[in-house]
């Protein structure tokens, strides 16, 4: 299947979560289902199309195609598959790999902390194969559930002594996105990825949720651990979480002063050397977190925020 049909297919996947129907007076995301095999669409759905507070998926495999084989099919989703429901429901990822869908293309990662990142490594885990939209496609599932993922993002402001910098109460915790400067074969190569990080006090541990595709070597999954000092600077290290890469290094990070990017550099060992280093940025949004990228690869001097 070429990448102009793919795209087709999660254009349609984005133009169905419109049409998605929510349970309650609470804030639901839009999510919108198609089902492919060999280019052609088997079935879609939406949250809600049938029943209230059903989930796409669910919609799609147990409502529409109870009965279907489902090998060698394509699923496109606008939000990640849920990992938890309530008894004696079961989750969608679960759902997925019960039904024998291969592949699994996302949207976005779901913004509730308890659940970013969780779906998609399920499937991976499981054996299911992860894509994901393209950032531009991306960008627009995000932009459609913004008040659903605004419920998720908190950052507040504490009183702070008169001609002093205020000190900020900063939740990192959630979905971001990176941006890293490496090499491959000698040659630079600027990857991004996907990562969830997860904050308790100033300890925060973070993942990639996904390779770089710009990598072609294919990138590789890895996790670390920062300690935030000051509200303002990140220091910490990385290991690769792939029992065959023995990449391995240290980070450093400063915080702007919203909590809304960091940008910074690594050092440490990947394919071609023992020692190398490069910039880093992670952001809420992909298109800030390349742009601040361009502007930190560009500086001479230090980075103030």
């Not at 052609?40 to 279907?68: F, M, N, W």
């Not at 990562?195 to 990138?219: A, F, H, K, W, Y």
Request: glycine residues 8%.
């Amino acid at each position: 299947m070429n990448a102009v049909i793919r795209r087709c297919h999660m254009r349609r996947a984005l133009e169905i979560a419109k049409s998605s129907v929510a349970e309650d007076e609470r804030m639901h995301p839009l999510v919108g289902a198609v089902l492919v095999r060999k280019g052609k669409i088997v079935a879609t759905a939406c949250r809600g199309e049938l029943s209230e507070g059903e989930h796409a998926e669910y919609t799609l495999l147990e409502r529409k195609l109870p009965d279907q084989d489902l090998r060698g099919t394509v699923l496109y989703t606008t939000l990640e598959p849920c990992t938890t429901r309530k008894h004696p429901k079961s989750p969608c990822s679960k759902r997925i790999v019960q039904r024998h869908v291969p592949a699994v293309v996302i949207g976005m990662l779901d913004p509730n902390p308890k659940i970013c990142g969780r779906g998609e490594r399920w499937l991976i885990e499981h054996g299911v194969d992860v894509y994901r939209f393209p950032p531009e496609l991306m960008k627009l599932a995000e932009e459609q559930n913004r008040t659903f993922r605004e419920q998720f993002q908190s950052v507040s402001r504490e009183a702070a002594p008169k001609g002093r910098r205020p000190v900020l109460s900063v939740d990192l915790s959630g979905r971001w996105y990176a941006v890293w400067q490496s090499t491959v074969d000698g040659r630079e190569c600027v990857n991004s990825e996907v990562v969830d990080i997860t904050q308790r006090g100033t300890r925060i541990m973070m993942r990639n949720l996904n390779r770089s595709l710009e990598n072609p070597r294919g990138g590789y999954l890895w996790r670390g651990e920062l300690k935030l000092y000051d509200n303002s600077r990140l220091m910490g290290h990385y290991v690769a979480a792939e029992p065959n890469v023995t990449a391995k290094g240290v980070f450093y990070f400063l915080l702007n002063h919203i909590g809304q990017f960091m940008s910074g550099k690594w050092v440490g060992c990947n394919h071609d050397f023992d020692l190398t280093w490069g910039f880093g940025v992670l952001a809420r949004d992909i298109e800030r977190a390349r742009e601040k990228f361009k502007r930190l690869k560009h500086l001479r001097r230090g980075v103030t925020y």
